[in-house]
């Protein structure tokens, strides 16, 4: 009878200690609302944006090449800005140079995708701490933070400073 007294208990904790971990799951689950764009163009470009993103936030050099390289020949030079910037990320070996122009290519691109959405919620987060402390944007699907300035070393430095609907 003590036998099956702690098995039974050992069962219990196991229960226990699955729901539990089930429960802290939830509660950390980023809710990510889908996003519709009035044309193909702009679905495909910010999908690529994001793979960029993705990319630096990963410390992925090689990554952001492609996915810069993917946007590039998705807006071709119907964007000069937004081109330019995803051409100079798309060449560059170097994470920071690329980090550099995503910042400015988050700022070329904001005015397409407010004049573009047409469902959902895009976030515009910001990190104080990039660039020496002068700060820098990005946007994201998800509310949650993943900062492309600074990786894995301050991967949830920002704050979401707008939200474009």
Not at 3 to 8: K, N, R, V
Not at 30 to 53: G, S
Not at 66 to 72: E, I, N, Q, V
Request: aromatic share 10%; glycine share 6%.
């Amino acid at each position: 009878m003590k036998i099956s007294t702690q098995i039974g208990m050992l069962i219990a904790i196991g229960i226990f200690a699955i729901s539990c971990k089930d429960a802290n799951t939830k509660s950390t689950e980023t809710k990510a609302v889908a996003i519709a764009f009035k044309n193909d163009l702009a679905d495909k470009t910010f999908e690529h944006y994001t793979h960029v993103k993705t990319a630096l936030t990963n410390g992925d050099a090689s990554e952001a090449k492609k996915g810069a390289k993917m946007l590039s020949e998705t807006i071709s030079n119907n964007y000069v800005d937004i081109s330019n910037f995803s051409k100079e990320i798309a060449t560059s070996e170097d994470i920071e140079t690329q980090r550099k122009a995503f910042s400015e290519l988050t700022e070329a691109i904001q005015p397409f995708l407010e004049s573009n959405i047409s469902q959902g919620e895009i976030y515009k987060q910001y990190c104080p701490m990039a660039f020496n402390n002068e700060g820098g944007y990005w946007f994201s699907k998800e509310e949650a933070v993943s900062n492309p300035y600074f990786g894995e070393k301050m991967l949830k430095c920002g704050t979401v400073k707008e939200v474009i609907r």
